[in-house]
């Protein structure tokens, strides 16, 4: 199964990765995606993600990190990379960054839920 | 782990079900299963025959439960509304994870994901696993109905 987990540093997505881990078998496949986006510097984005790439290799789990550049509508993108990359399941957390509570599901997850071609795994 | 996978006569739930097969582990994990009767159909003349068809249902699910080789699972049949039975269940029995369909029955065909799924994912406690993909049929491309 390929497994691919939105990242954009917040402790949602984090949780979100270490709920993946726990499902994750013996020939599964772990990507990580993160957006970029204005005011996100490669750099730092690069630094988030290396965290995740060390804690799968420390787990010896196979993955593939992928930073999507262009300033893309993170929705479209995750879209997008599930389509190329013939994800199984898309895993992702209940918001990210955003601190608004209001609503029960962030604006990303909530459009990865209801237009993934794939399955959803919202981790809580 | 504890997952629970919701059932109704659906391929949807069917989906869910095989995908629970998928991802648990077999021997050490439990799979609750739980089907809900809509309150309303269970009022007079049609409970027996809703309590009945509850009851294959689970029977059927259980048989493949045991074919599989599923140590640990815990059939349900629960009366009222499904939304609120499977968060309470969640809460009652320490579920890690609710995998559902993402369309169950009677759903317009065109919309994209259920309002008992949508419902679920956003007010589980726990983790819930929308399954839009089966075994035989390729899932629409996102986008363009």
């Not at chain 2, 069917?14 to 991802?23: E, S, T």
């Not at chain 2, 009022?43 to 009945?52: C, G």
């Amino acid at each position: 199964m390929r497994y691919m987990v939105c990242l954009d540093g917040s402790e949602q997505a984090k949780k979100a990765f270490d709920f993946a881990t726990r499902l994750i078998q013996k020939e599964d496949m772990m990507y990580l995606v993160t957006i970029l986006r204005t005011g996100i510097y490669k750099d730092d984005a690069q630094m988030m993600i290396m965290k995740y790439e060390q804690s799968c290799m420390e787990m010896g789990i196979p993955y593939e990190a992928i930073i999507v550049e262009g300033n893309l509508d993170p929705r479209d993108a995750i879209i997008n990379m599930v389509e190329k990359y013939m994800i199984d399941t898309l895993v992702v957390g209940t918001r990210g960054m955003s601190t608004i509570k209001k609503m029960f599901l962030g604006s990303v997850s909530s459009y990865c839920v209801t237009n993934a071609p794939c399955d959803v795994l919202v981790a809580k | 782990m504890k997952y629970l996978v919701l059932v109704d006569e659906s391929k949807g739930a069917h989906n869910a079900f095989n995908m629970a097969l998928k991802i648990m582990n077999k021997e050490k994990d439990e799979l609750h299963i739980l089907n809900v009767i809509n309150e309303g159909d269970a009022m007079e003349n049609y409970f027996e025959v809703s309590k009945n068809k509850s009851q294959t249902l689970l029977e059927n699910y259980s048989e493949k439960c045991h074919k599989n080789g599923v140590k640990h699972y815990n059939p349900t049949s629960l009366v009222g509304d499904v939304r609120n039975e499977s968060i309470n269940y969640c809460q009652k029995h320490a579920i890690n994870m609710i995998i559902v369909g993402s369309r169950g029955m009677g759903m317009l065909s065109r919309a994209l994901l259920g309002s008992v799924s949508e419902y679920i994912v956003g007010h589980s406690p726990v983790s819930v696993l929308v399954v839009k993909k089966s075994e035989d049929e390729p899932v629409a491309m996102s986008g363009n109905i």
